[in-house]
C-alpha cells in the first residue's frame, strides 16, 4: 500500500509498515512514534520534562523541539526537578543566551517556576506521577474508536481542561488545555495512536498491563 492508499491518518512507509500520519518518513521522528508517543510513562523527570517542553513547543512543532531536545536537557539539569527549582537570575541569563534551546525568557522563567510547583505537587501527592494519573480518563471519557477525524476535532478534551485549570490553581503557567492534552498523548494517559496504525495495538496491550501509580 502506498502513502497516498493508506487510510485517512495513516501513512505506510518505505518499511512497509502502516503509522499516524504525523511523523511523515523522518527517522528521529518515527523512532519517537514507534518507542515513546503513548507509552506510559510514570517516571516524574520525565513528567516533568515532557510537561515544559510542550510549553516551550507553542507556536512552534513538536519536531523542532525534539530535535533541540538534548540542548534542553543539559540546559535544564536533565530536568532535575529539585535542581531546576534552585535557579536563579545566572541561570535565567545562561538559558537565555543558549542558542541550542528556545531562548523565550518567559518560557524560562516558566519552567523554573514550574518545577517549584512540581516539588509542592510531589510532596502533596508523593510523585507526579501519582498526580497525572488520578486523571486518566475512564473509557466513557473516550471516543468509541480512534480516527483522524475524532482527533483532529479533539485538541483538548474535558479531561485536559480539568488538569489545566487544577495546575492553574496551584500557580503553574504555559499549560492551557491543548498543551496538556499533547502532554496526555505523548505520556500515555491516553493512547491516541489511530486505528490501523502498527502501534495501536502494542500499546494497548502495554497499557492493560500497566501498573498505575
Request: proline residues 5%.
Amino acid at each position: 500500500m502506498s502513502e497516498t492508499e493508506a487510510p485517512k491518518g495513516l501513512i505506510t512507509g518505505t518499511d512497509g509498515l502502516t503509522r499516524c500520519f504525523w511523523p511523515g518518513q523522518l527517522p528521529d521522528y518515527l523512532r519517537y512514534h514507534d518507542e515513546e508517543w503513548g507509552r506510559p510513562v510514570t517516571d516524574d523527570i520525565r513528567l516533568f520534562e515532557k510537561i515544559c517542553l510542550e510549553g516551550f513547543q507553542s507556536g512552534l512543532s513538536w519536531l523542532t523541539i525534539l530535535r533541540k531536545r538534548d540542548s534542553f536537557r543539559a540546559a535544564f539539569a536533565g530536568f532535575d526537578i529539585d535542581a531546576v527549582a534552585a535557579f536563579g537570575e545566572e541561570d535565567i541569563a545562561r538559558c537565555v543566551a543558549d542558542a541550542g534551546i528556545v531562548r523565550h525568557r518567559g518560557k524560562i522563567v516558566s519552567t523554573i517556576n514550574n518545577a517549584r510547583r512540581a516539588q509542592d505537587l510531589r510532596a502533596e501527592f508523593g510523585s507526579l506521577a501519582r498526580y497525572f494519573w488520578s486523571f486518566e480518563p475512564g473509557l466513557h471519557e473516550r471516543p468509541d474508536t480512534v480516527t483522524f477525524a475524532a482527533i483532529a476535532a479533539n485538541p483538548t478534551t474535558p479531561v485536559s481542561v480539568r488538569i489545566s485549570k487544577d495546575l492553574k490553581k496551584r500557580g503553574w503557567t504555559f499549560v492551557g488545555p491543548t498543551t496538556v492534552y499533547a502532554f496526555m498523548q505523548a505520556m500515555g494517559l491516553v493512547n491516541d495512536h489511530i486505528e490501523g496504525c502498527v502501534c495501536r495495538q502494542p500499546i494497548e496491550e502495554l497499557r492493560a498491563r500497566f501498573v498505575r501509580p
